[in-house]
């Protein structure tokens, strides 16, 4: 008796490798690795994304929160950016700085953020009730209108040497990630910490034989780097950049620069400079841009350290040192 039976059907040679691949992919992003098994780092803002760079190098894809040339202190985070959040093996951030993002690590990302300000010796934040703005109706400052930025002063990168303990940090916290390449972290992690420490060394000398010793910036953003090299910072607007003072204060403001004996008041590319500019002309004072970091402009050959030497000269003839 005949059987009949149905024709075998043989796989195609390239499908079976395409399935191979396939396979051999999804293990390589076990553990929520991204392309290429890299590990993902979500960073908040550009002086974050530059530290996981350059601790991370090829074994990391790093992704940031904020957009080039964007002022970071109140972003607020897309549905897509929270996943995002989510998904990474770490996120990097400066707790204090960007409310949104703290309220999504929190949420999200339990167990995988490097607050950079739990690494190093933080500052209080200054008296923001010096810099609240206030209408006709005695209304305003930063808590008040959603943006309270906490106790602490977040502005920690502009001292080179506490990034140098967070490149520290960050390379140990990588290496606990991705043990395979753990090796690789805390060597660049380490070449990192000379390039800092010897950036924080030419600001020592550059600052060291100052006539002034006052700064008169746009936002409270330099009150590490103040505290670092020995110098006094008066603020126009607190934490915040976009809050404003009132006109009592502004007047309070130009009779300190007045009695500080400053040359300069400093402002930023990020933000308006038309309150600045006003301060320096009631003062009589010049202006200049002193730069925060906080971001670069898309195509920028710019990085952390070409704006922080920049910075450098930019306050040495300010400060009239020698």
């Known amino acids: 008796m005949f059987t009949s039976r149905k024709p075998s059907r ?41 530290l996981a760079e350059r601790v991370g190098g090829d074994d990391v894809a790093v992704s ?12 607020e985070l897309t549905p897509k950016q929270i996943g995002a959040l989510g998904k990474a093996d770490l996120a990097l951030y400066v707790k204090g700085l960007q409310p949104a993002v703290d309220d999504a690590v929190a949420k999200h990302a339990k167990g995988k953020g490097l607050d950079a300000a739990s690494t190093v010796k933080t500052l209080p934040a200054p008296g923001e009730d010096e810099h609240a703005h206030e209408d006709e109706h005695g209304h305003g400052g930063e808590a008040e209108h959603g943006h309270d930025h906490g106790d602490i002063d977040p502005h920690l990168w502009l001292d ?6 967070v490149a520290t940090a960050l ?26 420490n010897g950036l924080d060394q030419e600001f020592k000398t550059g600052l060291a034989s100052c006539k002034q010793k006052t700064i008169v910036t746009a936002h409270a953003a330099f009150g590490y780097l103040a ?44 933000v308006s400079r038309k309150v600045a500019d006003t301060l320096a002309r009631e003062a009589g004072v010049r ?6 970091v906080e971001g670069v402009k898309e195509g920028s050959k710019a990085d952390y350290p070409s704006v922080m030497r ?7 003839p300010a400060l009239e040192c020698s």
């Open 160 to 165: 080179p040497s506490r990034m140098a303990t």
């Open 171 to 196: 390379g140990d916290k990588l290496a606990a990630t991705d043990a395979d390449h753990a090796d690789g972290y805390k060597t660049r992690a380490a070449t990192l910490v000379k390039e800092l």
């Open 64 to 75: 940031t929160l904020t957009k080039p040339g964007a002022e970071p202190h109140d972003l």
């Open 287 to 292: 202006t200049a841009v002193l730069d925060p």
């Open 310 to 316: 920049g910075n450098l000269q930019t306050l040495k």
């Open 10 to 50: 043989l796989v195609p040679s390239t499908v079976l490798a395409a399935l191979g691949l396939a396979v051999l992919t999804a293990c390589g992003n076990a553990g929520g690795t991204g392309a290429a098994g890299r590990t993902e780092v979500v960073a908040a803002f550009y002086p974050m994304a530059w």
């Open 227 to 270: 505290d670092r090299y020995g110098l006094k910072q008066i603020s126009i607007a607190g934490v915040d950049p976009t809050s404003e003072p009132s006109p009592k204060r502004l007047a309070e403001l130009t009779g300190e620069v007045r009695a500080s004996g400053a040359t300069t008041v400093f402002t930023e590319s990020l």
